[in-house]
């Protein structure tokens, strides 16, 4: 097992998929509490300090919780069968609507590491395509360094904005993430932790751009 993550977290993640309920999940809080939330906190605080080498407005993560919100979904199983954990910009929590952020989630057969900006609101992408159409070579440098952009983008590009623009794909775009899969050993190994600040080093150059879009401190 490496300083994070081990098989059990797995394991503990495949069993609640097959048994989504209070009952089975309060005779398995124990090993919930030391398989998944300690191992995640303590990644959280350790991958804050690394992400804040990029960015000090990066350094603070959270762990989302494990329960669902169930108010307005037909899905009413309790528990999400995944962990997961942002690192927001520091600004997120004076923001309601949408902040760029690194990202890690954890699921049996679907682990990834990433970030960007997911599901912001319109008036904050329309940031990001002002952004790209008034300093195209710096968009330029952005997809230069090898990221690869993707998300929910729209058929067509959005009013107002030139069809004939040679980033007209990425102005039609809804979300900008990048993400890195990573297989279940990887994350069970010693150097996880390494893997995961490489992946969101190589985004970076996203999320610096998406950052300075919404004029914050990269």
């Given at each position: 097992?490496?300083?994070?993550?081990?098989?059990?977290?797995?394991?503990?993640?495949?069993?609640?998929?097959?048994?989504?309920?209070?009952?089975?999940?309060?005779?398995?809080?124990?090993?919930?509490?030391?398989?998944?939330?300690?191992?995640?906190?303590?990644?959280?605080?350790?991958?804050?300090?690394?992400?804040?080498?990029?960015?000090?407005?990066?350094?603070?993560?959270?762990?989302?919780?494990?329960?669902?919100?169930?108010?307005?979904?037909?899905?009413?199983?309790?528990?999400?069968?995944?962990?997961?954990?942002?690192?927001?910009?520091?600004?997120?929590?004076?923001r309601d609507h949408g902040v760029p952020g690194f990202y890690v989630h954890l699921a049996p057969g679907h682990c990834i590491g990433g970030g960007g900006l997911?599901?912001?609101?319109?008036?904050?992408?329309?940031?990001?395509?002002?952004?790209?159409?008034?300093?195209?070579?710096?968009?330029?440098?952005?997809?230069?360094?090898?990221?690869?952009?993707?998300?929910?983008?729209?058929?067509?590009?959005?009013?107002?904005?030139?069809?004939?623009h040679r980033f007209v794909e990425d102005l039609k775009r809804k979300d900008f993430i990048a993400t890195r899969s990573f297989a279940e050993a990887e994350v069970?190994?010693?150097?996880?932790?390494?893997?995961?600040?490489?992946?969101?080093?190589?985004?970076?150059?996203?999320?610096?751009?998406?950052?300075?879009?919404?004029?914050?401190?990269?």
């Amino acid at each position: 097992m490496s300083g994070y993550f081990g098989p059990e977290l797995f394991a503990f993640l495949g069993e609640l998929a097959a048994h989504n309920d209070r009952t089975w999940f309060a005779a398995n809080k124990a090993r919930y509490r030391e398989h998944v939330e300690a191992p995640m906190k303590r990644f959280v605080e350790d991958a804050g300090i690394r992400l804040g080498e990029l960015s000090p407005c990066y350094a603070q993560g959270s762990m989302f919780r494990i329960h669902r919100d169930t108010r307005f979904s037909k899905d009413k199983t309790p528990y999400k069968t995944n962990v997961a954990a942002s690192f927001h910009h520091e600004a997120g929590r004076r923001r309601d609507h949408g902040v760029p952020g690194f990202y890690v989630h954890l699921a049996p057969g679907h682990c990834i590491g990433g970030g960007g900006l997911y599901h912001a609101a319109p008036e904050v992408v329309s940031r990001v395509r002002e952004r790209i159409v008034a300093r195209p070579s710096e968009w330029e440098a952005v997809l230069e360094s090898g990221v690869q952009v993707a998300g929910e983008a729209l058929k067509r590009p959005p009013a107002g904005y030139d069809p004939g623009h040679r980033f007209v794909e990425d102005l039609k775009r809804k979300d900008f993430i990048a993400t890195r899969s990573f297989a279940e050993a990887e994350v069970c190994a010693d150097d996880f932790l390494d893997r995961y600040v490489e992946a969101c080093r190589g985004i970076a150059p996203l999320v610096a751009f998406l950052t300075r879009a919404l004029d914050l401190t990269w």
